[in-house]
């Protein structure tokens, strides 16, 4: 009988002390944020450890905190370890999508220009005028062939006589264009200059992709400033205009800088495709106040198509 009583005392001594360690563990990983979950996955980061032991000791050296900091440590829920985690990039930058669109762009100049009536709108397109011609262009536009062919505004070459193209890069070479094409509807023309070597045309992209807020560039001549490139988003994608009398259907509005010179320059999307033409800006003075408008490239294609064979 002694002997079951001292079994007894000291299986329920020791079933006491297992239980009260068992507590004090459970309550220091309650206050270290250490939950079921992270308790199961403790074997398989002691087999990672016991695999590679010398990645996880250089792991944990280099996010211990500095000495002297009084940052706390962010106490992390265990190793993530799946084939579908992985780095990503992507080269659809600015500067890339700029790049690949710049040797495409052309100022277009001339040596005069019929001066038009004024009218008053606050709608209107960037018309060139002689201060313009001052400044050494009155417009931009886009190589869409590599034989010379060239797609602007209709309105910047429809007054001007002696018209004259001047290549990316190229301070020296200008080359005589003639119109070959226009679309007055659409406000939109082909110019052709005689080379030959080939030139970089632009890569036509598709204009029925883009939706509103999506990220898009511009590059034109504003001022005479050859290939200045900015940036904004699309306001609308869908905007109705009526300018000097003509109605313009489902143009881009957009929030990119454009000013006088700009107009027959393309709107570009970060992958570098040309989905619109700059045309128009809404403004009081004259200048850019905020909200600009792109033909868009999809209404130009079937020009281009009669056009180029």
């Known amino acids: 009988m002694r002997a079951l009583k001292e079994f007894v005392t000291n299986y329920l001594t020791g079933l006491l002390a297992f239980l009260l360690v068992l507590n004090i563990i459970i309550v220091l990983f309650g206050v270290m944020g250490i939950g ?13 450890v016991l695999q590679d032991p010398e990645h996880y000791l250089n792991h944990t050296s280099s996010n211990s905190a500095p000495t002297g900091s009084n940052r706390p440590m962010r106490n992390v829920a265990g190793l993530v370890s799946s084939p579908n985690i992985q780095l990503v990039c992507s080269d659809d930058s600015f500067a890339s999508a700029a790049s690949k669109v710049r040797p495409a762009v052309v100022n277009i100049s001339c040596e005069s220009i019929e001066r038009s009536s004024q009218l008053s709108s606050s709608l209107e397109f960037d018309d060139p005028s002689q201060d313009l011609l001052n400044f050494g262009g009155i417009g931009s536009g886009i190589i869409v062939d590599p034989r010379g062919y060239i797609l602007t505004c209709y309105h910047i070459v429809s007054k001007a006589s002696n018209i004259y193209v001047t290549p990316f890069g190229s301070d020296i070479k200008r080359y005589k264009a003639r119109i070959i094409a226009s679309d007055a509807s659409l406000n939109l023309a082909m110019l052709k200059i005689n080379i030959s070597d080939t030139m970089t045309a632009a890569t036509i992209g598709d204009s029925a992709q883009m939706e509103v807020a999506d990220m898009v560039l511009a590059i034109g001549s504003p001022f005479g400033l050859e290939q200045t490139v900015t940036h904004g988003i699309i306001s609308d994608n869908k905007r109705d205009l009526q300018i000097n009398g ?3 259907r489902e143009m881009m509005q957009t929030d990119v800088p454009i000013n006088r010179g700009s107009s027959g320059g393309p709107l570009i999307n970060i992958s570098g495709e040309v989905i619109g033409i700059n045309m128009a800006i809404y403004s009081t003075t004259g200048v850019y106040n905020g909200v600009s ?13 009669k056009t180029i064979q």
């Open 246 to 248: 003509n109605i313009y």
């Open 36 to 48: 079921l979950q992270e308790l199961l996955q403790v074997p398989t980061y002691l087999m990672n």
């Open 293 to 305: 408008f792109a033909m868009p490239i999809n209404q130009a294609k079937l020009l281009i198509a």
